[in-house]
């Protein structure tokens, strides 16, 4: 079992930056693909970034593409979002997930964190 809880989420306005934490309990962690995804009021969930279990390998959604950037440190076991230049579409539950290859495929991943909110203003 891996457990994960996300924080630093928020309120900011947009054009500003946030940087989102997952941190990760339990079995190894840095064996796990790790990925976050996002879902917004109304909307199914997304993919939004990913990572290998090296860091050398890295994914991202193509709304994100050069204004997120995802990285992970195992030997703290946490995964990172840095989030920059947001936008009101931005806004969403962000949830990070460990499975068993870095894809945009939810069901590629086993464990689930309980997300953490960012809303962005205009």
């Known amino acids: 079992q891996v457990q994960l809880v996300e924080s630093g989420g928020g309120l900011v306005q947009a054009g500003a930056s946030l940087r989102l934490s997952c941190a990760a309990s339990g079995r190894t962690f840095g064996s796990n693909p790790m990925g976050w995804f996002r879902q917004a009021p109304g909307r199914l969930r997304e993919f939004v970034a990913a990572?290998?279990?090296?860091?050398?390998?890295?994914y991202y959604a193509d709304s994100v593409k050069g204004r997120f950037t995802i990285s992970r440190d195992n030997d703290k076991k946490t995964m990172y979002l840095q989030m920059s230049s947001l936008k009101p579409e931005d806004t969403a539950v962000y949830y990070c997930a460990a499975g068993r290859i870095p894809t945009e495929r939810g069901s590629d991943y086993d464990y689930w964190g309980q997300g953490t909110q960012v809303t962005v203003s205009s």
């Open positions: 990572i290998s279990w090296s860091t050398s390998n890295t």
